[in-house]
Structure formats: structure tokens, C-alpha cells
């Protein structure tokens, strides 16, 4: 029987084992898509205690509470970070094969050398242990990012933000690349004109533009991407619930602009189509710069009204949805592929049954032009457990190019999650060592552990031009 949490944790081969030990496990990473925050990092943040760096927004975490009996107010309450952290760890006995399980205690053992499992019995001993650490120096936000050696953070960001962090950043000569990531989705959420009209005030302030069209919009925007790019951004991002396509003029898009902008009420099929012609716009633009445009896809967001009202967005009432996709998407990436105007793009989904035809749409607009130029993305949000990577792995293996995928990514708030990424790795070894030894891949350890390398970093850093 092997030991929980070995060094040969998911590993069942000597295949697997050489391919992660000696190839994989040195990989520098590039999480080229998170959630953390900038100000955590231009300030150092030195967080008090384990509860901060680990349940702050961590709506993973709060769904299992929630699922365990645990009462609101140890989530995202008012309740002490002692006594959340302690909810937490009653919680955590009974997420047995949730990955949650894995990550909380690869994550204690690879910051803190903490073995032991977190459960009622033993909270207080991790918590003393681990907070003693976390108020040192070498606990820094910075200094955790070293402790994992991350080469390049790609944060999330709204067109309207000032990016001051990112100048601070830059400014103290941080060795560690932290670079802005586009998210213009608010830019484009004209769904609810009031609050829409709100963030085009803030859009106004930040871009110095008098917004009355559709072309002042547009103006604006392109003024912030010129800018997002000054301060080394390469990557836009789209959070969508399905992707829209749908036929437009600029004459009619302008007019329902307008018309958000006077606080009408606008139609479906008129947030479709202003939705649509934002979305090119947005791609024309990346593809100008040269940048990598990303797209998830597939969530079906704020569940609960009652709950949405009570705590707001992010709170972990999201879920899988099943909205159609092929059609639009195929009609979107065509737009622009008819001009040659398609960037290089990586597509997300988080529905598995849509595995198969996310990997067979990336192979419909590949030209040549660069390897791996459509991505099939990695498992994302509900899909980053074993089974999820495990299986947008076996897709893409059997229907595109696994050796020129940019692999994993944190899509975390939190900065204990880089474990994620030696997660990914120790899986893609185990497939690939399975393989071997059953002799349905051949025992070329040189090319085999090359791939590896590929897919943990080099493709990575090759193909978002962030060395460029």
C-alpha cells in the first residue's frame, strides 16, 4: 500500500516517476492566467494567518462548507479567521476524493512541511505552526512566489483600471514577471444599462474620453489596450456563458449603445448583437498587438437570486450550464479568420461534454502559421480536479497535438495554489508513463521527457511572447 502524499503521489509507474522527477518537478511555472491581486504583490503582503491566504475568496472552499452544514458566516461572515479556519478543518475529513483534499494538504506540505492531515484533532497545530511561519519575512507574498518558483504572473484586469500596482511592481525591479491580462467583460455588459453607465464613468476617468457612441467607446478602449500593452500585457481573457455571433451593422450597434446610454432598457437580441460586434472588435484588436485572446466559456453564473442579492457575485453559486456553443463559436473564430485576422487563441470550456468538439473546432482554424496556434485550454474551475485534466488531456491527445500545449494554469486567488501546477504535472507524467509501460507510446525517454518539459514551461514561454 504507498503512502498518502509520497513523493510518487499520483504517479503509478517508473515511467511516470522519471518523466515528473527528472523533468517535470524542475520546470520553472508560468501562470499565465490568476486571480491574484496586484496590490498583494507591489505591497509584499504579509498575511496574519492561514485563514487570509487560504479561505479569502476562496469560493471552492466555501461550496464544501456550505455542503458540510457549515453556517454562512464562517464563509464569507463575519465570524473570526480563527473560527473560519476551524470550520475549515472540520470540513475537510469529509472531502475525501474532492481535490480539495489533495490541494490542502499538497499545499501544507510544500509551504509550510507540514505532513499532517488537517482535521478537528489537529487544527490547532497547523494553525500555530503555520501562522508563526506566515509572519515572517520569508512568508512574503513575494517571497512565497520564489518559495514556488513562478517566473510569470498574468493577473486579471478590467480596461479601466489604473494598473498602479503593476507600475509599483515594475518600479522595485521584482525579478518576477507580473504582467496585466485584458478582461474587458464589463465593457461590454450592457444588460443592465445602470450599472453599465457607472462603469463607463469610470472608463471615462481612466481613458480621459468623453464616452456618447459607439465609436468614442471604441476609442477609449483602444487607448487602454495601447496602454495594457506599454505595461507588457500579451493576453486578453472573456468570461462567457456562451459565445455570440449573431449578424450586426455598426449603424445598429451604435444605436443600441445609445441606447444603454440613456438608461433604456435594451432587448435580448439587442445584448446579443452589441455583444457580438464588442467581441470582434475586441479580437481585432488583439490580433493588431499580437496577443494571445482567451475564452471561458460555459459557466452558468448566480444560481441562487436570494444568495446573489444577500453576498453579490463569486460567492460559489456558479455551476456547469449547457448553453450551445458550436454554432456561434464556429461563427466568431470564421469572422475573423475569413480576414486572417484571428489571433492566436486559446479556448476553455467547462462542461465535459463539450471536450471533444472545443478540440476539433481549435483544429478547423489552425493555418500553419505557429504551432499550437489554437489552444484547447486546460481544465478550468470545475474541471481542474484528476478526472477533468485527465480527460481534456485524452481529448486533446486524440484529436489534436498534446506536445504543443501551453499547459496549466492557478486560476486561483489564493498564493498557496501554485501546488496546482506540480497537480498537473504529476498527471500528465502518469499518463504518459501508463502508456509506455502498457507499450502504446515508445520508450524514447529523451523525447518523452523533452514533452514534459514542453508542456510544463517551454511552450508557455514561447508561445505568449512575454520575452519578446
Known amino acids: ?183 474587458p467583460d464589463k465593457a461590454m455588459a450592457i444588460e443592465n444599462p445602470d450599472a453599465y453607465n457607472a462603469y463607463l464613468l469610470k472608463l471615462e476617468e481612466t481613458s480621459n474620453t468623453e464616452i456618447a457612441d459607439l465609436n468614442d467607446l471604441l476609442y477609449a478602449l483602444q487607448g487602454r489596450h495601447d496602454f495594457f500593452h506599454s505595461m507588457g500585457c500579451r493576453l486578453s481573457d472573456h468570461g462567457l456563458e456562451t459565445m455570440v455571433a449573431e449578424d450586426y451593422t455598426e449603424t445598429e450597434v451604435n444605436k443600441i449603445f445609445i441606447k444603454a446610454r440613456k438608461g433604456e432598457s435594451v432587448q435580448p437580441e439587442e445584448i446579443r448583437k452589441f455583444k457580438s460586434a464588442m467581441l470582434v472588435h475586441f479580437a481585432l484588436m488583439d490580433h493588431e498587438r499580437g496577443w494571445v485572446q482567451q475564452f471561458h466559456t460555459g459557466a452558468l453564473r448566480n444560481n441562487s437570486l436570494r444568495l446573489f442579492e444577500a453576498l453579490g457575485p463569486d460567492k460559489g453559486f456558479d455551476s456547469i450550464g449547457d448553453s450551445e456553443m458550436a454554432r456561434p463559436l464556429s461563427k466568431f473564430l470564421d469572422r475573423l479568420d475569413r480576414n486572417q485576422r484571428l489571433a492566436k487563441t486559446i479556448l476553455y470550456n467547462l462542461n465535459p461534454r463539450d471536450n471533444e468538439m472545443i478540440a476539433t473546432m481549435c483544429g478547423n482554424f489552425n493555418d500553419g502559421s505557429v504551432p499550437g496556434k489554437m489552444q484547447f485550454g486546460s481544465g478550468w474551475w470545475f474541471m481542474d480536479q484528476k478526472d477533468g485534466i485527465e480527460r481534456q488531456l485524452n481529448t486533446l491527445s486524440q484529436l489534436g497535438l498534446l506536445s504543443r500545449f501551453v499547459g496549466m494554469l492557478t486560476d486561483s486567488r489564493s498564493f498557496l495554489s501554485y501546488p496546482r501546477h506540480e497537480y498537473f504535472r504529476r498527471i500528465l507524467c502518469n499518463l504518459l508513463g501508463n502508456d509506455v509501460e502498457k507499450g502504446e507510446l515508445p520508450n524514447d525517454m529523451n523525447r518523452l521527457g523533452k514533452m514534459v518539459e514542453d508542456i510544463s514551461y517551454f511552450n508557455a514561454r514561447d508561445y505568449f511572447g512575454f520575452y519578446d
Open 1 to 183: 500500500m504507498k503512502k498518502f502524499l509520497d513523493e510518487n503521489f499520483l504517479l503509478h509507474s517508473r515511467t511516470a516517476e522519471i518523466l515528473y522527477h527528472e523533468h517535470a518537478a524542475r520546470m520553472p511555472i508560468i501562470d499565465y492566467h490568476c486571480h491574484l491581486s496586484p496590490e498583494d504583490i507591489a505591497t509584499d503582503r504579509q498575511f496574519d494567518n492561514l485563514a487570509q491566504i487560504w479561505l479569502e475568496g476562496d469560493h471552492y472552499k466555501w461550496r464544501a462548507m456550505r455542503a458540510n452544514g457549515v453556517e454562512e458566516k464562517y464563509c464569507t461572515g463575519n465570524a473570526s479567521d480563527r473560527e473560519k479556519f476551524q470550520k475549515w478543518a472540520e470540513t475537510v475529513p469529509y472531502a475525501y476524493r474532492n481535490p480539495l483534499y489533495h490541494w490542502t494538504h499538497l499545499e501544507l506540505k510544500r509551504t509550510f512541511g507540514i505532513e499532517l492531515l488537517l482535521n478537528p484533532d489537529t487544527a490547532a497545530e497547523i494553525w500555530e505552526k503555520a501562522n508563526a511561519m506566515l509572519r515572517t519575512p520569508a512568508y512574503s507574498v513575494r517571497n512565497l512566489l520564489r518559495m514556488m518558483k513562478v517566473e510569470v504572473i498574468c493577473t486579471t484586469d478590467d480596461p479601466a483600471d489604473s494598473l498602479e500596482h503593476h507600475f509599483r511592481i515594475r518600479k522595485d525591479g521584482f525579478e518576477i514577471m507580473v504582467l496585466p491580462a485584458w478582461r
